[in-house]
């Protein structure tokens, strides 16, 4: 069964735009991006759009419908009611290059920025091995199809464009995580490097960014979360603070970006570059502390209504 529904599409490019109306039509069992091709193919032909699966799996057409980051290609015209108008927009983190098409780069700079994989180098390739339990540690982090409506959605560069050096965001946190529990990585300084240089310490767990992963992800709970706990373990562990007191101030073995960072709140490229942050101190410590931050809605997400705090559910 097919009818007529109300679309509001924002049409532009990076000198500016405004949403226009179409009317369209709508069969039974389509999702947005069909209706999107549906108006390519009839009234608006220079529409660009981009996709590539139409399965949800290669992360392309993330767009903002009705507010909210989602992939157009999963998301049915049954969400909506009748009589609803659709309004699709592009994601608004990131600036625009026409219509629905945004500029992501900024994620793959991140991606380059983060350290790789560090394997011992005397394990060839091939002889990897690890237990199982490693591997359904990280696997969920794996799951990650780059979509980047985490990265969207968070506050912390959703509306300051200034952030963005000093701020990796949710996508990068869990691949720092997935690093840091993997048992063949050399690499010891995970946590330091993402607390001094990827900005976690801004992060003030709202969880948007597992509200809006396709792919359930828990970015928060399994990935951003331990890693702010592992940053403060070392950081005020009894046997390092034994440690600087053996040591004289500054002799203190730490690794080169703890040491880097050491006597500051804030990541050090934030404090270089003059951050702006709602996040505060950079880590809260306990379910209690964890919940006061979250609950107090500093930095919430714009487009997510304010709703009790389930921060510290599911934490391990
Ligand atoms: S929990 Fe909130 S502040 Fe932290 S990375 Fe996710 S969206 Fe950003
Ligand atoms: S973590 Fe989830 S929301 Fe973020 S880029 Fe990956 S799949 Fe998308
Ligand atoms: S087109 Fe690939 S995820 Fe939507």
Redesign the pocket.
Known sequence: MSAKRQFRIWRGDETGGDLQDYMVEVNEGEVVLDVIHRLQATDAPDLACRWNCKAGKC?SCSMEINGKPRLSCMTRMSTFGDDETVTVTPLRTFPVIRDLVTDVSFNYEKARETPAFAPPPDVAPGDYRMQQVDVERSQE?R?????????NVCHVIRDHEENKQAFSG??YF?RAAELDMHPLDTRTDRKEYAQAEQGLGFCNITKC?TE????H?K?TDNGIIPMKERVVDRRYDPLVWLGSKIFRRGETPQTSVTTARQGSATPSSATRSGIHSHAGAPTTRGPRRRRRAASTGIGRCPTRPRRRSTTGAGFR
């Open positions: 992360g982090f799951k990650c199809i780059e979509c980047f409506l985490c990265q949710p996508r869990i960014c809006v992963c396709p792919e992800i970015i």
